[in-house]
């Protein structure tokens, strides 16, 4: 039997994919590989809805954050970061690490942040130059209104506006140039359908201002030297080639799907997802207004252990879900339905809770 894996990345890969990453190696500088990242580079601006520049890392996703704290400040830089759950945190964390002067502007987990009061944050302090944020927060499973909070932050103040939407493009709407995002990033194990291990990062000419003055140290995430390699069809370092084959494949198949198609089916499949939950009697952790259409974040139920819980799903239904994340530990549970996800998947997860839930001492 087949394991259901249903955290919110890495995701599983369809045959297609999988076989496509089994192929033989090439060399990275020859001319097979430059057109293979010539391809998959501009699969990529479509399903990103830019023209801006775009590079593919060979890392996780944490790498593209870095790479968009490193290419675009300097220490003592004023940085607003927005976050509503461990991944924003994490944003924080690297702008912090790097010497950014950090202004923190946390929301209550289960909730997104209100436009307004960002527009407020900036209005305080005009000495702001960046503002970083997470587009869908997987730890809590819901997902900010980019394109409002952009008009305040970029159409507004013009501010460098940095998005994390790793567990989001792709799967749910982030048009980068009509919401005129500066940094978009992602990576290839959410709902790209692929293996962990590329990252992926959008770059506006505002964001390139940026770097010309930005002097936090950089290397392996030094953005001219992508761009330098991409002209000749290369990357700076080795990359993970088996990865770009998958990537090859899922991004093609993406786009035979059509874009609005994927968005719709993730939206459906998040909407059955919370029905199922709550029919279960189960409650959902976000507001439904704005819960996630990758991943859904639900209560453990009071008396239930949440580890006894997964563990039954996983040993006698093959059901793989994620826990809580930091403080949620223990208090949530979250199921995946980005990338490879249809109505079936889920119905098999909602299935097997109702077998585990009475088992665990759910009284409902
Ligand atoms: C998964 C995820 C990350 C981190 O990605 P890694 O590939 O584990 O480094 C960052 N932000 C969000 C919103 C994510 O879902």
């Known amino acids: 039997m087949t394991v259901n894996l249903?955290?919110?990345?890495?995701?599983?890969?369809?045959?297609?994919?999988?076989?496509?990453?089994g192929q033989q190696m090439i060399n990275h500088r020859g001319p097979e590989f430059r057109d293979l990242?010539?391809?998959?580079?501009?699969n990529l601006k479509t399903l990103f809805a830019t023209t801006n520049d775009l590079y593919i890392l060979t890392a996780s996703g944490t790498g593209a954050m870095e790479t968009a704290v490193v290419n675009t400040m300097s220490p003592g830089d004023r940085v607003l970061a927005i976050s509503v759950g461990v991944f924003g945190d994490r944003f924080t964390t690297i702008a912090r690490?790097?010497?950014?002067?950090?202004?923190e502007m946390k929301v209550e987990h289960g909730k997104v942040v209100d436009p307004d009061d960002v527009r407020k944050n900036l209005r305080d302090d005009p000495t702001i130059k960046t503002v970083i944020i997470t587009h869908n927060e997987t730890s809590t499973g819901v997902t900010n209104d980019i394109g409002s909070v952009a008009q305040v932050v970029k159409g507004e103040f013009n501010k460098l506006f940095l998005v994390d939407a790793i567990s989001s493009i792709g799967s749910i709407p982030c048009p980068v140039d009509a919401w005129d995002l500066d940094i978009v990033t992602s990576g290839s194990q959410k709902g790209w359908m692929a293996p962990p291990g590329l990252?992926?990062?959008?770059?506006?000419?505002?964001?390139?201002e940026a770097y010309e003055e930005a002097k936090?140290?950089?290397?392996?995430?030094?953005?001219?030297?992508?761009?330098?390699?991409?002209?000749?069809?290369?990357t700076p370092w080795t990359p993970a080639i088996s990865v770009y084959y998958a990537m090859d494949t899922a991004?093609?198949?993406?786009?035979?799907?059509?874009?609005?198609n994927v968005f719709e089916r993730h939206d459906r499949v998040a909407r059955m997802c919370r029905e199922g939950i709550k029919n279960l009697g189960l409650k959902l952790f976000a507001e439904e207004s704005v819960a996630s259409s990758t991943v859904t974040a639900v209560h453990v139920p009071d008396g239930v252990n949440g580890a006894e819980l997964a563990t039954l799903m996983r040993t006698e239904h093959n059901v793989v879900l994620a826990g809580g994340q930091a403080s949620l530990e223990g208090k949530i549970f979250r199921i995946g339905h980005l990338g490879y996800c249809s109505e079936d998947d889920i119905?098999?997860?909602l299935d097997s809770l109702q077998v585990v839930l009475p088992q665990v001492g759910f009284k409902g």
């Open 216 to 234: 936090c140290p950089r290397f392996y995430f030094d953005l001219a030297a992508a761009q330098r390699y991409l002209e000749r069809g290369q």
């Open 6 to 21: 249903r955290v919110p990345g890495p995701t599983p890969s369809p045959a297609m994919v999988l076989e496509a990453s």
């Open 251 to 260: 991004t093609k198949m993406l786009l035979e799907e059509g874009v609005e």
């Open 97 to 103: 690490t790097y010497g950014a002067d950090v202004v």
């Open 347 to 349: 119905q098999d997860v």
């Open 37 to 42: 990242i010539f391809r998959l580079t501009d």
């Open 199 to 208: 990252a992926f990062v959008s770059v506006s000419s505002r964001a390139w």
